[in-house]
């Protein structure tokens, strides 16, 4: 069994890397007030390739040690409910689908739906990767990530390559997205960065337990105030329970920001109109275990992009 090192998981490598991730919309950008002739390419968050390389599906999935019930209120026991909680402990794939409706806000004018995405997350954990071999033996782990959204109309929830912006004036062109990554969860800590502030917490409700991570954003020249609100919900009596090792999970997002965040809007920073994104989705284990719409929608589409134990 794999032993999580003492210096731990490095929370703010996990929730950024990972939290902005599944926050982030993928738009193409439209050209202009005109619409869009050409099928565009589809936004890619820069730096992150397509697919997975060979090497981290070729990796030993990390097994870790729950030796326990976890004690939450310690840093430790945190860590590790947070990580069962969103993947898993015991080398095993975590399938994420998530349905998220994207809303405009604009100025004195009624908000209206956008349009609907519908996401595929595959993640998994190995216990160190091709460009971490003097760590390996230490334990450390690496994330892997292959995400996969498709485009849906707000209100048929059928598959859509266009969509109109009244509030922008414009056409945009949409398209299917794709990307990976692999990231160390344990490395030193990235640098601080001042404008931005989380707070992640845990409470009991119910039969639940609930994890809730607040990312506020300080607004810059070249960066509109933005804040957004992630919330894992599990069963806390399976979450202490050592042996129960396949938890299934429920999230739910939040965000609220001014629309020049997104460049494809192709507003200025000080454009009042405002993009509230919400989110709902579930991990599961098994493929068989997904949404029929995710099967349909995206699997039988992009078999090639789900990594499959």
């Given amino acids: 069994m ?22 982030g919309a993928a738009f193409a950008r439209g050209q202009a007030d005109d619409p869009q002739t050409g099928a565009s390419e589809a936004y890619t968050p820069a730096g992150f390739p397509h697919a997975l390389p060979a090497e981290a599906l070729e990796e030993p999935l990390a097994t870790l040690e729950q030796p326990g019930a976890l004690d939450l ?24 689908a998530y349905m998220t409706r994207h809303f405009v806000m604009p100025p004195d004018r009624t908000p209206y739906p956008l349009v609907n995405e519908l996401e595929l997350n595959v993640s998994f954990l190995t ?26 109309d707000a209100t048929t929830l059928r598959p859509v390559d266009t969509i109109e912006v009244p509030a922008m004036n414009r056409e945009l062109t949409l398209a299917p997205t794709q990307f990976a990554l692999s990231i160390p969860m344990d490395l030193a800590p990235v640098p601080h960065d001042p404008t931005l502030t989380e707070d992640l917490r845990w409470y009991r409700f119910g039969d639940d337990v609930h994890f809730t991570n607040i990312a506020l954003f300080t607004p810059t020249e070249s960066r509109p105030p933005r ?52 989110k709902a989705g579930i991990k599961v284990h098994t493929i068989e275990e997904l949404p029929a719409l995710v099967r349909e929608r995206i699997l039988a589409k992009h078999p090639e992009r789900v990594p499959r134990k």
């Fill in 73 to 96: 209120d310690d840093p430790q026991g945190l860590r590790l409910a947070r990580i069962k909680t969103s993947f898993s402990l015991n080398g095993d794939y975590a399938y994420s």
């Fill in 227 to 278: 804040m957004d609100t992630s919330v894992w919900q599990v069963k806390h009596a399976h979450l202490m329970d050592p042996a129960h090792l396949r938890l299934k999970a429920s999230y739910s997002f939040t965000a609220s920001s001014y629309a020049a965040l997104y460049a494809w809007t192709g507003l200025d920073v000080d454009d009042p109109t405002r993009i509230v994104t919400s």
């Fill in 2 to 23: 794999t032993q999580l090192p003492a210096s731990g998981i490095n929370r703010r490598t996990l929730l950024a890397g990972v939290g902005g991730l599944i926050s």
């Fill in 127 to 152: 216990t160190g990767g091709p460009e971490f071999r003097e760590e390996y033996e230490q334990g450390k782990l690496m994330l892997h990530g292959s995400y996969t959204r498709a485009f849906l």
